[in-house]
């Protein structure tokens, strides 16, 4: 089973600054059939569902921000909020979808500075 | 526009059952491959299992800690997405979503086991 962890597990970040969160896989993600990472990011904030932001690591969704990027192929990921909104406080979990059985990280939680 | 909604959920008792269902709309439902992912209250997400698309072969994957106690299944025909729950645990209490995977997310439900 592949292992999802991520750092840190909380961020206090303030508005209009980078956040920055980080995904390592215990295995390679990369199909090498396509040159695809399966690395997907969320956000979740309370009592919603998670909301889909990146998937293949660096697409994003579409509606989401500009502001929202993903970077990172193989075992280690990073998702960038480049401008820190009020509304991005949130808690952010990555999943991969790479192997037979799926998985996400612990999830890391977003507050402001 | 794509909606899932799940239902079923409850109070049970450990050793007990239940099925949950969700029901699918505004997307070909038989083409997408479904998992359920769960959340333990103040915990973070679990991927539960999956089922492919009846064209793919309908097979299911279950996470290690509910393989064997819990049945993911499909109606076509009804647009319809089935959790069953067996020999329940303390544990298995979360909100449990009903999910294409990565775009569409229903609400979730939420299932308590408790005596």
């Known amino acids: 089973d592949i292992v999802m962890t991520q750092s840190p597990d909380s961020l206090a970040v303030s508005l209009g600054e980078r956040a920055t969160i980080n995904c390592k896989s215990s295995?390679?993600?990369?199909?090498?059939?396509?040159?695809?990472?399966?690395l997907a990011w969320f956000q979740q904030k309370p009592g919603q569902p998670p909301k889909l932001l990146i998937h293949?690591?660096?697409t994003r969704e579409s509606g989401v921000p500009d502001r929202f990027s993903g970077s990172g192929s193989g075992t280690d990921f990073t998702l960038t909020i480049s401008r820190l909104q009020a509304e991005d406080v949130a808690v952010y979990y990555c999943?991969?979808?790479?192997?037979?059985?799926?998985?996400f990280g612990q999830g890391t939680k977003l507050e402001i500075k | 526009e794509a909606q899932l909604v799940e239902s079923g959920g409850g109070l049970v008792k450990p050793g007990g059952s239940l099925r949950l269902s969700c029901a699918a709309s505004?997307?070909?439902?038989?083409?997408?491959?479904m998992s359920w992912v769960r959340q333990a209250p103040g915990k973070g997400l679990e991927w539960v299992g999956r089922?492919?698309?009846?064209?793919?072969?309908?097979?299911?994957d279950y996470a290690a800690p509910v393989k064997g106690r819990f049945t993911i299944s499909r109606d076509d025909s009804k647009n319809r997405l089935y959790l069953e729950m067996s020999s329940l645990k303390t544990e298995d209490t979360a909100v449990y979503y009903c999910?294409?995977?990565?775009?569409?997310w229903g609400q979730g439900t939420l299932v308590t086991v408790s005596s």
């Open positions: 999910t294409t995977g990565l775009q569409y």
């Open positions: 505004g997307f070909i439902f038989s083409n997408v491959w």
């Open positions: 089922i492919k698309s009846t064209t793919d072969g309908g097979t299911t």
């Open positions: 295995q390679s993600v990369l199909h090498s059939s396509n040159n695809k990472n399966y």
């Open positions: 293949r690591a660096s």
């Open positions: 999943q991969q979808y790479y192997s037979t059985l799926y998985s």
